[in-house]
Every structure is written in structure tokens, then in C-alpha cells.
């Protein structure tokens, strides 16, 4: 159910910037991870545990957002995360020892959490499930362009001025959206949930859970995101090691980002002219096509940057079509626990590209041949799981 008409609705300039912070502050440090390990003096997988440690974070993070922004609202717990997201950064830009540098990761990510649910959830208190497809794609469009500019910004500032240089970046960004959400944002929750008891929560999680289609369109989104995270966990060390840097990375990877970007923005002008179900069937095909590009180059042996990243490309403008239709189903499954479905949604999520994202380096001691047949089992995994999505909404439809 959308919020009232007497509720401001917060500018679209506003709520995109929200969802950029923690995107861009994940990115950002991508490209200096095999330079980082360097001058640290660490091992590849000590490092990747920082992007990996960030992940986990994310994910803990908005399992426990959800439920706190349905009991206090969107504003405070908004204003709340945004502040620990800017301490992180500037925890981060001064750290001197791994450890440091860690802590100031899990803080970024503890803070971005918070932002990340509540973009979501924001706009369907205020839309709706149909209305919110379409808008939802503009808060994907900007994770898209945190992702675009990110890696190329990282990857020059690191070449250039130095890793710690990176998070200054995500410290300006986020005290601009904390400042800009504390004098704008009004507080869209109509239903506030009235207890934060452990029973109650597991309770409402529950029944997300038990929601018809909810699981199948959250798997469906995770698996596609699974595959995105196989590659960015993977490939700033392939481009080292064929002799490339943080900056050529960060160039190539334009075109993949680029790519979400237009996926994102074809999804907000395809949405009415085309069912939810039919935008997430053509996103996970499209991602499919390019996932076996990329199988079949890794098997003919023509590894280079162009048959590296334009397949991944295709991928990720499939990810574009999908991802906002399915997230905005899977939320609006459950529409009374809007806020926890959708930190539950992210939690799944983020868990899933965690752990894929710290056993990734492991496979690249095996060739680059798995990692791209572990890419396209992921857009086979979504398939299924929107077909499942789509059984138990047809299930219900002929019950009720």
C-alpha cells in the first residue's frame, strides 16, 4: 500500500544519492586490492578479506535494518546509518595496518547497510508494488552509476595519489547524503511495528518467508548478483596478471558498469508496456547469453580484456532488466513487513556474494576456466528460481 497523499515524498535526487554511497564505497577500492596487498606486505586473500569482510557486513547489517525500521521508523535509523557509513570512511582513510583498514570496511559497510534497505523501502511506502517498479529502477540506475564511475575513480586515484586517497571519496559522499537526508527526509512508515522482542522479529521474518513467490524472485535477484561478484572478485587479479593496473581495470570496467547502467535505465521505460515476470525472464536470459561468451572464450584460451569484460558486459545489462523488477516483487510479497523484507532480501543477497567473493581467489590457482563456468551456473540458478516464483504466485492466484 502506498503512504498517504499528506506524506512529503522525498526528491529522487535524494533517495539515489542514498543508494550510492555504499555501492560506490565498495567499488571504489576494488582496483587497488592487488596494490594494497603490496604495500601492506599481505597476502592476496588477508586483503580480499576487507571487500569480503564489507559483504558480510552489508548483509548482517540490513538483516538487522529491516526490523529497526519498522519499529522506528525510516528517518532516524536513516540518519543513523549514514553517520556510522561516514566515520568508517574517514576510520579508513587513515589506516595504517590491515587491521585498521578492516575495521573501517565492517563501520563503512555497518552504516551503508542502513541506506541500502531503506532506498527500497522508501519508495514503495510511497508507490506501491506497481508504482515501485519503475522508480525502483532508478535507485538501481544509481548503484549502476556508483558502479560505472567507482572503479575508473579508484583505480586513477590509487595510480596516482594512493589507496588512502579512495576514501576520502566515500567520506565526502557520505556526510553530503547525511546532511541532505537530516534536512530533507521526512518519515514515510505509516505502520510502525510494535515490538523489537527477538520472538516477534523472527516471527515477522517468518512470515516474509512464507510469503507466496517472496523467495523465489529474492534467489532470483541474489544468483544474478552472485555472478557479479564472482567477477569482481576475480578480475583486478587477472588484469595484474596480464601485466594491466588499477587504472586499465578501472577502464575496462566502464563497460560493464555502463552496461547496468543501461539495463537499469531500459527497465524504468520498458515497465509499462511489460509485465514484472516478463522484465526478470528477459534480464536473466540476457545474462545467460553473455555468461556462456564468456565459457566459451575461456575454453577456446583468448583471454584478453576485451573477452573478459564486453561478455561480462552482457551480463550485467541483464542484471539492469531484472534486478529491480524482481527485488520490487520480492519486497512487495510481503507488504506489511516492507522494511524487514526488503533487509532480508539484501541479506541473502550480500551473504551469498560474501562467501562467493572470498572463495573466488582459491579458484584462480585453477585457471579462469571454473570462475566462468561458476558465472553462468548463476543466471541458470535465477531461471529456476523465477520459475519457482511464478509456480507459487499461479498457486495462489487459483486458490484465493
Known amino acids: 500500500m502506498a503512504a498517504s497523499p499528506s506524506v512529503r515524498t522525498p526528491s529522487v535526487a535524494l533517495l539515489t544519492l542514498i543508494a550510492m554511497a555504499s555501492p560506490l564505497a565498495l567499488n571504489l577500492f576494488v582496483p587497488a586490492m592487488p596494490d594494497v596487498a603490496r604495500e601492506l606486505h599481505t597476502d592476496v586473500s588477508v586483503i580480499q578479506l576487507s571487500f569480503t569482510a564489507y559483504l558480510f557486513t552489508l548483509a548482517f547489517g540490513q538483516l538487522l535494518s529491516g526490523p529497526l525500521a519498522d519499529h522506528y521508523g525510516r528517518r532516524p535509523i536513516l540518519l543513523i546509518g549514514l553517520a556510522l557509513h561516514t566515520a568508517g570512511s574517514l576510520l579508513a582513510a587513515f ?12 563501520l563503512q559497510a555497518l ?8 532506498a527500497r523501502t522508501i519508495i514503495l511506502d510511497i508507490y506501491g508494488r506497481e508504482g515501485a517498479a519503475g522508480r525502483m529502477g532508478y535507485i538501481v540506475m544509481a548503484i549502476a552509476i556508483a558502479q560505472s564511475i567507482a572503479p575508473t575513480l579508484g583505480g586513477y586515484l590509487n595510480l596516482w595519489v594512493g ?17 541532505i537526508a537530516l534536512l530533507q527526509m521526512p518519515e514515510t512508515c505509516r505502520e510502525k511495528s510494535d ?44 588484469v595484474d596478471s596480464l601485466g594491466g593496473n588499477s587504472a586499465l581495470f578501472g577502464t575496462w570496467f566502464l563497460a560493464v558498469s555502463f552496461a547496468f547502467m543501461a539495463g537499469s535505465f531500459l527497465s524504468t521505460r520498458l515497465a509499462k508496456r511489460a509485465s514484472v515476470d516478463q522484465m526478470v525472464l528477459a534480464g536473466n536470459a540476457l545474462s545467460l547469453l ?12 583468448t583471454l584478453s580484456y576485451a573477452s573478459l569484460f564486453l561478455p561480462m558486459a552482457l551480463v550485467t545489462l541483464g542484471r539492469g532488466l531484472s534486478q529491480p523488477n524482481a527485488q520490487s516483487a ?23 556474494g560474501a562467501t562467493i567473493a572470498q572463495l573466488m581467489p582459491l579458484l584462480l590457482g585453477q ?6 563456468v561458476c558465472i553462468a551456473l548463476a543466471p541458470v540458478s535465477a531461471l529456476a528460481a523465477h520459475y519457482y516464483a511464478m509456480k507459487k504466485n499461479r498457486s495462489l492466484a487459483l486458490s484465493s
Open 95 to 106: 589506516a595504517g595496518d590491515v587491521s585498521h583498514l578492516i575495521a573501517g570496511r565492517v
Open 111 to 118: 552504516g551503508g547497510s542502513a541506506a541500502m534497505v531503506l
Open 163 to 179: 589507496w588512502s586517497a579512495i576514501f576520502y571519496v566515500s567520506l565526502a559522499t557520505g556526510a553530503a547524503a547525511w546532511l
Open 195 to 238: 515490538s523489537l522482542r527477538l520472538k516477534p522479529v523472527i516471527q515477522r521474518y517468518a512470515g516474509v518467508f512464507q510469503s507466496a513467490g517472496y523467495i523465489g524472485y529474492a534467489l532470483s535477484t541474489t544468483f544474478i548478483a552472485a555472478a557479479f561478484y564472482m567477477f569482481v572478485g576475480t578480475a583486478p587479479y587477472i
Open 290 to 301: 553473455g555468461a556462456l561468451l564468456l565459457v566459451g572464450f575461456a575454453l577456446a584460451a
Open 330 to 352: 520480492a519486497i512487495s510479497c510481503s507488504p506489511t513487513s516492507a522494511a524487514t523484507a526488503s533487509g532480508l532480501m539484501g541479506f541473502i543477497q550480500l551473504l551469498t
Open 367 to 372: 585457471g579462469v576456466l571454473p570462475i566462468m
